[in-house]
């Protein structure tokens, strides 16, 4: 029961720098097992930076990190790819190979991870991923030039889903996504949380995805999380930049939006 109540990822006294520039400077978050977590913050905070000390990519200056109950900055080779197994990572703009199909994508950490697995099940386990994601099973052969926008954001999903993953990293999903296919991006997301009982770690500047889907929401700011909460939590932060962000016209029409389907879905259930 205690291991369950352990965050799922914990950082504390995180700094990380380039040269003289200092991106975090004792940086702690929590991330609670099961939930979605959005990271917001101004441009250049720290946000991507942050996930790629979390998953092994940005070695810190100092501070501890554990996932999963181990410390992931003293794992050795073997432990650090039994770690790496159990997470899932859409990186910015989806980054799938663009010398390689949509199926193709989903069997690179297959492949990587489970080298003796025969081509047929390679096949099966993409074409199960790629509609996991709501893309149609002919787009598995297509190369992510001939997908829209949207389209390769699912792709990236599925490739970051191809193990079978309890922890999904997500940087920016929807950014470059019109309003309709942001949505449709935030409800897959939420349906997938629930249905494989995974833990989000979503960095985001969308307020919409905030209140559609986020359980708590950690805002960076000062190289620190200066807040961890609720939405209506933080809006009773007094803290310029939160009331900013939320309080904004952004955030208000965000909210009102919320509002509005509330207030439509209640019309229907009567
Ligand atoms: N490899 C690197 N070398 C030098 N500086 C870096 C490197 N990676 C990130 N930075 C710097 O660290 C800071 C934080 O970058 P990061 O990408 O984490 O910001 P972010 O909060 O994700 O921003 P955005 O919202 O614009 O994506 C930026 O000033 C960036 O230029």
Redesign the pocket.
């Given at each position: 029961m205690a291991e369950c109540d352990e965050p799922i990822i914990r950082v504390r006294g995180l700094k990380?720098s380039?040269?003289d520039?200092i991106?975090h400077d004792d940086l702690n978050l929590d991330v609670r097992r099961g939930e979605i977590l959005g990271v917001v913050?101004?441009?250049?905070?720290?946000?991507?930076?942050?996930?790629?000390s979390i998953i092994g990519l940005?070695p810190p200056d100092t501070g501890e990190i554990t996932v999963f109950g181990e410390n992931a900055l003293s794992v050795d080779e073997a432990e650090a790819t039994a770690m790496r197994k159990r997470w899932g990572v859409l990186f910015?703009g989806g980054a799938l190979f663009s010398t390689l199909t949509v199926a193709e994508n989903v069997q690179v950490p297959l492949r990587e991870f489970y080298p003796s697995l025969d081509q047929g099940l390679l096949d099966e386990i993409a074409a199960y991923k790629v509609v996991m994601t709501g893309l149609a099973p002919e787009a598995g052969p297509k190369y992510p030039s001939e997908l829209s926008g949207g389209m390769r954001k699912r792709a990236g999903l599925a490739r970051a889903l191809a193990l079978d993953p309890q922890l999904l990293f997500l940087?920016?999903p929807t950014a470059g996504l019109d309003p309709i296919g942001a949505e449709g991006f935030d409800a897959l997301i939420k349906s997938l949380h629930k249905t494989l009982g995974l833990t989000v770690f979503l960095?985001t500047?969308d307020l919409d995805t905030l209140y559609a889907i986020c359980d708590r929401v950690a805002v960076?700011a000062d190289r620190k999380v200066i807040a961890v909460g609720t939405i209506p939590e933080l809006l009773a932060m007094d803290h310029p930049w939160i009331q900013e962000y939320f309080n904004g016209p952004r955030g208000r029409a965000a909210t009102a939006a919320v509002k509005r389907n509330k207030a439509q879905q209640e019309a229907g259930a009567v």
């Open positions: 990380n380039f040269g520039q991106v913050g101004g441009s250049g905070t720290g946000k991507s930076v942050l996930m790629r940005q910015q940087d920016e960095i500047h960076l």
